[in-house]
């Protein structure tokens, strides 16, 4: 654990011991209830999630003067972000994790929070494995059949040219809004009539950006999601050039760690919002053990997480509705650690990419330095959902049965240790890496996303309009919440 995770750590352990302390006082007062046991607390602004879109927006209702508390229930900062200590000073990210091109706020962030980057080891030749057969490739373009890459290249061109189209801020309001929301991304692929390989290629293109299958995802929503990467499908997938570009010298969640940080006793930790009270003055919070009082309340949860909160009065039907419509995706994500990465004394740079699961994508995820060795290989979509009740011991042979396939037998014979995380069995995220919607929602809900309930307002990657689903998309999302809150307070 980093001296940061140890700060905030210890601050909800003292939080904790004051609220049980004031529970006790208040128990001791004969005949007193639930209701007037809990801690009556009082603040301009509440912020309901710890991760980067709820700690972007409190840090912008405090540097405006205002007062403001950040609500988390978890025992820690970071949402979908989060570091794993494999020793020896040296950190896993079994979250999200990289950051790239056009991604300016996280980068700007990155910067002013005076942490640093560095680039996604990409040197050598890749592994391109195919039906049981394995090739080796340099740069980012696979050794596929000449058909099947031309297919795909008219494919993301043609993606490329709809989501030109599509408004990132509305896109129920894109010239073909109600046909491309009326089917999924499989029947767009149907009508393509690609090769097989042509097909593969891009539904694991999907699932790598959604950890969803082609089945589940409305069309105009995947063309939304390309408009809000600057317009170019090529960044969604590219390492070197795109999204999976860089990673943060010690980890991700570090910047969630900083910011905190800088907010200091206005996180709370451990503190799971049960209920929200609209009521004329403004809001009422209740948590496990407090009841806060406030002018205007961010939401950053996931919409799938949204029913979990009783809210009174409760939200209009079409929000209500629109909550029940936007699942998460499913993924594991998976790393081997060793001594070295040995697959650089073969000319290889950890990155394969496999038509045979459960492990389709890899990466090397070494630390800056090369030590130790990490390969990190991702199960996502199907995949996932099929392993879900997998035990531990055979989603570590899975893994490790698809990282010798691709890079040899010292992937199985030379482990020294094996993390995973399966994100649909945390209960406060219950999936990654996005919440996604199926046909009709967009155009059937439009703005419901983002349109605030009296004093509510809602943030957190989803409702995103530049980057939605990465961390660029969560703090793009807490700064246009905290903006409609300061300009309504």
Same mark, same amino acid.
């Given at each position: 654990? &980093?001296?940061?995770?140890?700060?905030?750590?210890?601050?909800?352990?003292?939080?904790?011991?004051?609220?049980?302390?004031?529970?006790?006082?208040?128990?001791?007062?004969?005949?007193?209830?639930?209701?007037?046991?809990?801690?009556?607390?009082?603040?301009? !602004?509440?912020?309901?999630?710890?991760?980067?879109?709820?700690? &972007?927006?409190?840090?912008?209702?405090?540097?405006?003067?205002?007062?403001?508390?950040?609500?988390?229930?978890?025992?820690?900062?970071?949402?979908?972000?989060?570091?794993?200590?494999?020793?020896?000073?040296?950190? !896993?990210? =079994?979250?999200?994790?990289?950051?790239?091109?056009?991604?300016?706020?996280?980068?700007?962030?990155?910067?002013?929070?005076?942490?640093?980057?560095?680039?996604?080891?990409?040197?050598?030749? &890749?592994?391109?494995?195919?039906?049981?057969?394995?090739?080796?490739?340099?740069?980012?373009?696979?050794?596929?059949?000449?058909?099947?890459?031309?297919?795909?290249?008219?494919?993301?061109? $043609?993606?490329?040219?709809?989501?030109?189209?599509?408004?990132?801020?509305?896109?129920?309001?894109?010239?073909?809004?109600?046909?491309?929301?009326?089917?999924?991304?499989?029947?767009?692929?149907?009508?393509?009539?690609?090769?097989?390989?042509?097909?593969?290629?891009?539904?694991?293109?999907?699932?790598?950006?959604?950890?969803?299958?082609? %089945? $589940?995802?409305?069309?105009?929503?995947?063309?939304?999601?390309?408009?809000?990467?600057?317009?170019?499908?090529?960044?969604? =997938?590219?390492?070197?050039?795109?999204?999976?570009?860089?990673?943060?010298?010690?980890? &991700?969640?570090? +910047?969630?760690?900083?910011?905190?940080?800088?907010?200091? /006793?206005?996180?709370?930790?451990?503190?799971?919002?049960?209920?929200?009270?609209?009521?004329?003055?403004?809001?009422?919070?209740?948590?496990?053990?407090?009841?806060?009082?406030?002018?205007?309340?961010?939401?950053?949860?996931?919409?799938?997480?949204?029913?979990?909160?009783?809210?009174?009065?409760?939200?209009?039907?079409?929000?209500?509705?629109?909550?029940?419509?936007?699942?998460?995706?499913?993924?594991?994500?998976?790393?081997?650690?060793?001594?070295?990465?040995?697959?650089?004394?073969?000319?290889?740079?950890?990155?394969?990419?496999?038509?045979?699961?459960?492990?389709?994508?890899?990466?090397?995820?070494?630390?800056? *330095?090369?030590?130790?060795?990490?390969?990190?290989?991702?199960?996502?979509?199907?995949?996932?959902? $099929?392993?879900?009740?997998?035990?531990?011991? *055979?989603? /570590?042979?899975?893994?490790? $049965?698809?990282?010798?396939?691709?890079?040899?037998?010292?992937?199985?014979?030379?482990?020294?240790?094996?993390?995973?995380?399966?994100?649909?069995?945390?209960?406060?995220? %219950?999936?990654?890496?996005?919440?996604?919607?199926?046909?009709?929602?967009?155009?059937?809900?439009?703005?419901?996303?983002?349109?605030?309930?009296?004093?509510?307002?809602?943030?957190?990657?989803?409702?995103?309009?530049?980057?939605?689903?990465?961390?660029?998309?969560?703090?793009?999302?807490?700064?246009?919440?905290?903006?409609?809150?300061?300009?309504? +307070?």
């Amino acid at each position: 654990m &980093s001296g940061e995770q140890r700060g905030i750590s210890r601050r909800s352990a003292i939080g904790g011991a004051l609220a049980g302390a004031a529970g006790i006082a208040a128990g001791r007062v004969a005949g007193a209830s639930g209701a007037e046991r809990r801690r009556k607390r009082k603040r301009d !602004v509440i912020v309901v999630g710890a991760g980067l879109a709820g700690l &972007s927006a409190a840090r912008e209702v405090a540097r405006a003067g205002h007062s403001v508390v950040v609500l988390e229930a978890r025992d820690r900062v970071g949402g979908r972000t989060l570091n794993r200590d494999i020793g020896h000073g040296e950190i !896993v990210e =079994i979250g999200g994790q990289w950051v790239g091109p056009t991604q300016d706020r996280v980068l700007a962030l990155i910067d002013e929070l005076g942490l640093k980057t560095f680039d996604t080891y990409i040197d050598g030749k &890749s592994v391109y494995w195919r039906d049981g057969t394995r090739k080796l490739y340099e740069g980012p373009i696979p050794p596929a059949a000449g058909a099947a890459l031309v297919e795909v290249l008219t494919t993301i061109n $043609d993606l490329n040219a709809k989501a030109a189209t599509v408004p990132p801020d509305a896109p129920w309001k894109a010239p073909q809004a109600d046909e491309w929301d009326g089917q999924t991304f499989e029947t767009y692929l149907n009508d393509l009539a690609l090769t097989t390989e042509a097909r593969e290629l891009v539904e694991l293109a999907i699932a790598s950006i959604f950890s969803a299958e082609p %089945r $589940d995802l409305s069309l105009l929503f995947v063309l939304f999601y390309v408009a809000t990467a600057a317009g170019d499908f090529n960044l969604l =997938i590219d390492t070197a050039g795109g999204a999976q570009e860089k990673r943060v010298v010690g980890g &991700s969640q570090r +910047i969630a760690l900083r910011l905190a940080k800088q907010l200091g /006793r206005a996180v709370e930790l451990g503190q799971p919002v049960r209920t929200i009270r609209r009521k004329e003055s403004g809001v009422m919070v209740r948590t496990r053990s407090d009841t806060w009082s406030a002018k205007r309340v961010i939401v950053t949860v996931p919409p799938a997480l949204v029913g979990a909160i009783r809210f009174q009065p409760p939200l209009p039907p079409n929000r209500a509705q629109f909550d029940q419509r936007v699942p998460m995706g499913t993924v594991m994500k998976c790393m081997a650690i060793y001594d070295r990465p040995f697959w650089r004394d073969q000319g290889l740079n950890g990155m394969a990419t496999s038509n045979t699961g459960p492990v389709q994508l890899t990466f090397d995820n070494s630390p800056p *330095d090369g030590k130790p060795g990490v390969l990190l290989g991702f199960i996502e979509g199907q995949a996932a959902r $099929d392993m879900a009740n997998a035990s531990a011991d *055979d989603r /570590r042979a899975a893994v490790l $049965d698809c990282f010798a396939r691709y890079f040899g037998p010292e992937a199985k014979s030379q482990v020294r240790e094996y993390v995973d995380k399966s994100w649909a069995k945390d209960p406060w995220s %219950r999936g990654c890496y996005v919440g996604f919607t199926p046909p009709g929602v967009l155009v059937g809900y439009r703005n419901a996303i983002r349109k605030p309930v009296g004093p509510i307002h809602w943030a957190g990657t989803e409702t995103a309009e530049e980057w939605a689903g990465y961390m660029d998309g969560a703090i793009d999302s807490g700064l246009r919440a905290a903006g409609e809150v300061l300009a309504a +307070i």
